[in-house]
């Protein structure tokens, strides 16, 4: 009798490919969390439960690795990641004020740091390294440098636009 | 092949800038003239790595005559190309101006470049990263050579301890020793590291040279694998720079095809091969034992030294690491000799050192300049000075781990000693400016909140102290510090920098302490009159008003207000409403005749 794939069957083999990618080592286990982000945009918890079974780890240590990295979230982020710039150049530039605008502008309340309907997640992010054009804001992967809260609501509001389109 | 070349920058700074544009547009022009015969496209563009003068960007060099065009549009690419390439004739509206306001053609000669000395970037914009040939060109892989068909590992590493060269991601310690006591070391296998996990905020050299020489990087690296023993390297880069990784992964395709990296390399029967670990944001792992555990793939928790990783790093083995820039030394060591290198620089501190240089200054980027330089060379006739005739308040070197230098230490030679003596560092090279509306108790508040996060929480001291003094910054920034605050702050400050297990905790207290030395008064006004100085702290300023005497009423600070606080008629004074206003400071920078305070 076949049997059928069950939806978590499938829904692991991208994992099983990325860990046997690495050859299952566990000084690759940064380098394999960070393809699943790359394919899952977070960490969700039963992968990560998967991963350090898979990988005859506890899950101890793979939680312990993926709350440990700033780059690692284990909440879904929005479609489109807004990141600004907190390095000493940007700070003094007026990356706070910039940061507080973005915020206000896609309506994001006290203590949330995605929009309800997934579009956009706004955060701080250590030094780009772009402090000759502070201060920084990116999205997604595109720079955008020597930022007013003016110009990046107009960037936003061409992004929220395309959304309402679709 | 054309003589001619035309290098657009395209490193992270310029690429903000719109350089892409600029080169989609010369493409299409090129055409357009007919011109891809006398100018074929791809032998001709560039796209080269960061030159350095950011805040000019985007900029095209056009060689061989080293015409320098910076901050261009889309438009200007049509008259540099009907004018410049058409007629011979340089462009000199688009020229960039000295301080005597005369144009300037030869980009060596502009004021951002002239006083510099470029060993570590001597390459970066000048070559196209994705291409091997351009580095060979510029006797790329010559010095790999020289070193695996001429050169014993003993004398390769008397030649790196005679240059007198010392690590430039921020301890200073001799690069040739590191060298040898790794070689010295017992084991059946070595590693060689590259730390290129640059995480202090303000600091981009490493970045800029990753993206733009990577193969600069691969050739010391496998010199260092050849002189300590080892066959296998690691760079680790910051997952915050992709281009780097995009580029270095490329250069290390093309080294491996070329045989400059793997098997039999210059048929020597030596091997050495590179790996890229990207890191995943934890500023901690910048520090050599947590680094190791982190290519480990653990948690990037430092390790009690001893054991150093000289003897017992990656996997327990002996392990040699060093930062991207002090690598970016030592080819051109090995090709122009010791006695050269030693020659530049100070006493104690030999060559030259990159800075990052940001915050309130005319011209921000990039800049290499023998140890020794003042801050004034570097702030004033290289970078332009502070921009609205503002007054030079302090610079910060070193990042979270450095100190701020107060105006009248302008004119100290700057080497590791000399910064260290005044309670600063050189560390890795960031510099930042700031004028008499930086706040010195906001930066040191700004700093501990950063290393506080940062602070992996392993050992106590750095755990729990950073979020003791953060707090009490905390508390004097908003109008609550109380007497005797300045006294905790020391005492907390001695006990971690003492006690903490590694370089994190070590020196995360040094921006309070520093601020402490040369701004004492600064402290005093917040906790005792409820007052900032540089009217920065926002719940002790209240509320900003705007000068009726001096507003122009051009309505920009309206324009720019974020929650619309200010309102008013055109060519009349504007007035903020203080109920609205959330004090961020967008007005006061915008207004351009001070009326705001």
Redesign the interface.
């Given at each position: 009798m076949a049997v059928a794939i069950s939806a978590s069957q499938r829904k692991f083999e991208r994992v099983n490919e990325i860990i046997q990618k690495h050859n299952g080592?566990?000084?690759?286990?940064?380098?394999i969390?960070?393809e699943i982000q790359e394919e899952y945009r977070y960490l969700p918890e039963e992968i990560l439960t998967y991963v350090a079974t898979a990988m005859d780890l506890s899950p101890a240590?793979v939680f312990?690795?993926a709350t440990?990295?700033?780059?690692?979230s284990l909440e879904p982020k929005g479609k489109y990641i807004i990141k600004v710039c907190?390095?000493?150049?940007c700070?003094?530039?007026?990356s706070?004020?910039l940061y507080?605008?973005i915020r206000?502008k896609v309506g994001l309340q006290d203590g949330k740091f995605t929009t309800e309907d997934m579009n956009f997640t706004v955060e701080t992010?250590?030094?780009?390294?772009?402090?000759?054009?502070?201060p920084?804001v990116t999205i997604n992967?595109?720079?955008?440098?020597q930022m007013?809260?003016?110009g990046i609501e107009i960037i936003i509001e061409k992004l929220m636009g395309k959304e309402d389109n679709q | 092949m054309a003589n001619k070349e035309i290098l657009i920058c395209t490193g992270t700074g310029c690429l903000s800038s719109g350089a892409e544009d600029i080169e989609a547009r010369l493409v299409e022009l090129l055409k357009q003239h007919d011109l891809e015969k006398e100018y074929p496209v791809k032998e001709v563009i560039k796209k080269t790595g960061c030159l350095g003068p950011c805040s000019l960007g985007p900029t095209m060099i056009i060689m061989p005559e080293k015409t320098f065009y910076g901050r261009l549009q889309v438009s200007d690419v049509e008259i540099i190309v009907e004018e410049h390439l058409m007629k011979g004739e340089v462009v000199s509206s688009l020229l960039t101006e000295d301080s005597h306001h005369h144009p300037i053609e030869d980009y060596t000669q502009i004021d951002f470049m002239k006083g510099q000395m470029r060993i570590a970037l001597r390459n970066t914009g000048l070559l196209d990263p994705n291409s091997i040939n351009d580095y060979i060109a510029k006797d790329g892989y010559k010095a790999l050579h020289k070193v695996l068909t001429e050169m014993s590992q003993e004398q390769v590493i008397e030649e790196i301890k005679t240059s007198q060269l010392r690590g430039r991601g921020g301890a200073g310690f001799p690069t040739g020793l590191k060298w040898e006591f790794t070689r010295k070391a017992v084991g059946d296998q070595k590693y060689v590291v590259c730390n290129a996990d640059e995480g202090d905020p303000g600091a981009f050299m490493d970045r800029s040279i990753l993206e733009g020489d990577p193969h600069s990087i691969i050739e010391a690296m496998t010199i260092a694998g050849y002189s300590v023993g080892a066959g296998q390297g690691y760079v680790y880069v910051r997952a915050e720079y992709p281009l780097a990784v995009k580029n270095l992964s490329l250069a290390i395709e093309d080294a491996r095809l070329a045989g400059y990296l793997g098997e039999d390399i210059f048929n020597t029967g030596f091997k050495f091969d590179l790996e890229i670990r990207v890191g995943a944001g934890a500023f901690v792992c910048g520090e050599e034992t947590a680094l190791i555990a982190s290519i480990e793939g653990e948690r990037g928790q430092p390790r009690p030294k001893p054991p150093f990783p000289a003897n017992s790093g990656l996997w327990g083995k002996p392990t040699l690491i060093n930062n991207v820039e002090t690598y970016a030394n030592i080819v051109p060591i090995i090709l122009q000799g010791s006695s050269w290198f030693n020659s530049i620089g100070t006493e104690t501190s030999k060559g030259t050192k990159v800075f990052a240089i940001a915050g309130d200054v005319n011209q921000t980027g990039l800049i290499e300049v023998p140890m020794g330089t003042t801050l004034r060379e570097i702030i004033f006739d290289i970078a332009g000075g502070i921009p609205g005739g503002r007054e030079f308040k302090a610079a910060q070197t070193g990042g979270p781990s450095g100190g701020t230098i107060p105006p009248e230490y302008l004119d100290l030679p700057i080497d590791y000693e000399s910064l260290k003596k005044i309670g600063a560092i050189v560390g890795s090279g960031g510099l930042i400016v700031m004028d008499d509306r930086s706040c010195m108790v906001d930066v040191a508040r700004y700093f501990l909140d950063f290393t506080q996060d940062e602070s992996c929480g392993k050992c106590i001291p750095c755990r729990i102290g950073t979020k003791r003094m953060l707090e009490i910054l905390e508390r004097i920034t908003i109008g609550e510090g109380q007497s005797g605050d300045i006294d905790r702050l020391i005492s907390l400050g001695n006990t971690i920098k003492e006690t903490s297990l590694c370089g994190l905790g070590q020196t995360a207290p040094n921006p309070v302490l520093s601020t402490l030395q040369f701004f004492r008064d600064e402290y005093e006004t917040h906790i005792n009159e409820k007052n900032c100085p540089a009217r920065h702290c926002k719940a002790l300023v209240g509320s900003y008003t705007i000068d009726p005497e001096k507003c122009v009423g051009c309505g920009l600070c309206a324009k720019k207000c974020p929650v619309e606080a200010i309102k008013g008629e055109k060519k009349q004074p504007y007035k903020i409403n203080s109920d609205k206003c959330t004090v961020c400071g967008v007005c006061v920078t915008t207004c351009p005749v001070d009326a705001i305070s």
């Open positions: 080592k566990k000084s690759a286990l940064i380098a969390l960070q240590t312990g690795v440990f990295y700033a780059q690692f907190d390095g000493t150049a700070h003094v530039r007026g706070g004020p507080k605008s206000k992010v250590s030094c780009l390294g772009a402090c000759g054009l502070a920084v992967e595109k720079v955008y440098g007013t809260p003016e | -």
